[in-house]
């Protein structure tokens, strides 16, 4: 089992929909991480997180520390946000990141 | 500021040759990583550097070597490159505990 899942694997949603898209974590860990991968390949930074809440224009994430679980919300969807969003973990243990396996948004106009 | 560089954006090697894959960051960064991405395994740490001189195996090292020759530059070296090294690297740096920045990949074949 991945010490850090995502859930969904795939989502299709409408444009302006409310996108949420689910973190899951069974260890201790220092710092969360959102990550957006574009079909091109490029990877960006969205959010790292070590509690509360954080908002970037359209999009916020959050985590529950107690609860080991962070979400990724995307207000008013666009296509745009089409891509693969990748939830990330630095480990308490060892320091190391531990990446989850992505979850493909689609946004269709 | 460039960021995140590497070189070569794509390779195709033979079994058993050799090669080196170069990243560079010009954002003062301590820590410097190694990573690969294959389709459903999502990506997954080779090496990290925590800082110039130090080097430390991640996930999935066997098969790679790594030298941080300086604080900007972290190289990554197959010696005999393997069918299942086939995958795309990507470099990232960042301060310990900060955001990430990743260089663009490097895809690579091994035939």
């Known amino acids: 089992k991945n010490e850090v899942e995502q859930s969904p694997q795939n989502l299709t949603a409408q444009e302006g929909e409310f996108i949420t898209i689910n973190c899951s974590y069974s260890?201790?860990?220092?710092?969360l991480h959102w990550l957006q991968q574009h079909p091109g390949g490029g990877i960006v930074s969205l959010f790292m997180?070590?509690?509360g809440k954080k908002k970037h224009g359209r999009l916020i994430a959050t985590i529950n520390i107690q609860e080991k679980h962070s979400s990724l919300h995307i207000t008013a969807s666009h296509p745009r946000d089409s891509a693969v969003y990748i939830c990330a973990a630095n480990m308490n243990r060892d320091d190391k990141i531990i990446f989850g396996k992505g979850t493909r948004l689609h946004i269709l106009p | 500021n460039a960021g995140v560089t590497q070189t070569p954006k794509f390779q195709v090697l033979k079994t058993g040759q050799s090669m080196t894959l170069q990243c560079a960051q010009d954002?003062?960064?301590?820590?410097m990583y190694w990573y690969r991405q294959d389709p459903g395994m999502g990506l997954r740490l080779i090496y990290y550097s925590a800082s110039e001189g130090t080097t430390d195996k991640g996930e999935v090292p066997n098969g790679y070597n790594v030298s941080r020759l300086n604080k900007r530059e972290f190289s990554l070296r197959l010696e005999s490159a393997a069918p299942s090294q086939t995958s795309v690297y990507f470099c990232?740096?960042?301060?310990?505990?900060?955001?990430?920045?990743f260089g663009p990949g490097t895809r690579l074949t091994v035939l």
């Open positions: 954002m003062n960064h301590n820590s």
């Open positions: 260890v201790g860990i220092s710092a």
């Open positions: 997180l070590s509690s």
């Open positions: 990232a740096s960042s301060e310990r505990h900060f955001t990430q920045y």
